[in-house]
Nanobody, 119 residues
């Protein structure tokens, strides 16, 4: 079992910045992919960014150039630095991790942290 705990959400004005952190604990030895998803009321849950153990990254088009995902494998922690925030970035941000053992994939989710961007 993997537990994910997010931190760093809050209220920020448009154009500002926030940094999110997610610490993984438990059966973390085989975690390959970690990332962030977000969901606003009435909207679909969408991928924001992912990063592999070897630090290959992928970003949603809407956040490219503004957000940066990174991870510290020793600390089993993934980060999301969000700059030049827009009101459309508002939502609950969920940490995601995929634990792979041979061909078995297990996905884990944090409880989410709320990011509110005011205009």
């Amino acid at each position: 079992q993997v537990q994910l705990v997010e931190s760093g959400g809050g209220l920020v004005q448009a154009g500002g910045s926030l940094g999110l952190s997610c610490a993984a604990s438990g059966a973390i030895s085989n975690i390959n992919v970690m990332g962030w998803y977000r969901q606003a009321p009435g909207n679909q849950r969408e991928l924001v960014a992912t990063i592999t153990r070897n630090r290959s990254t992928n970003y949603a088009d809407s956040v490219k150039g503004r957000f940066t995902i990174s991870r510290d494998n020793a600390k089993s922690t993934v980060y999301l630095q969000m700059n030049t925030l827009k009101p459309d970035d508002t939502g609950v941000y969920y940490c995601y991790a995929q634990n792979t053992y041979f061909s078995i994939h297990n996905s884990y989710w944090g409880k989410g942290t709320l990011v509110t961007v005011s205009s």
